[in-house]
């Protein structure tokens, strides 16, 4: 993360997959692959998803952003975008 302009680092989308991979058990999420419905994750796993991610990127990710995008791609999609607006 770059603090001067609080935009995700390249590899954003290798830290999302690398935390839900670990936190949901699972092989790496494909593209449009749900957190919830797919892949087995519950309102805990995404609370634990949500504090690793803020810990790696070292920035404020909401909670509520894992349950308005919960495909792999909408999720890092919006994670981008959250980071440069």
Avoid: I
């Amino acid at each position: 993360m770059n603090p001067a302009n609080n935009t995700v680092s390249a590899d954003a989308e290798a830290c999302v997959r690398a935390v839900w991979t670990d936190v949901l058990g699972c092989p790496p999420p494909e593209g449009d692959q749900d957190f919830f419905e797919d892949l087995g994750g519950n309102s805990l796993l995404a609370f634990q998803a949500t504090v690793r991610l803020r810990e790696a990127l070292g920035r404020h990710v909401p909670l509520k952003l894992l349950f308005t995008a919960r495909t792999f791609n909408d999720y890092t999609a919006r994670l981008q975008g959250e980071c440069s607006s």
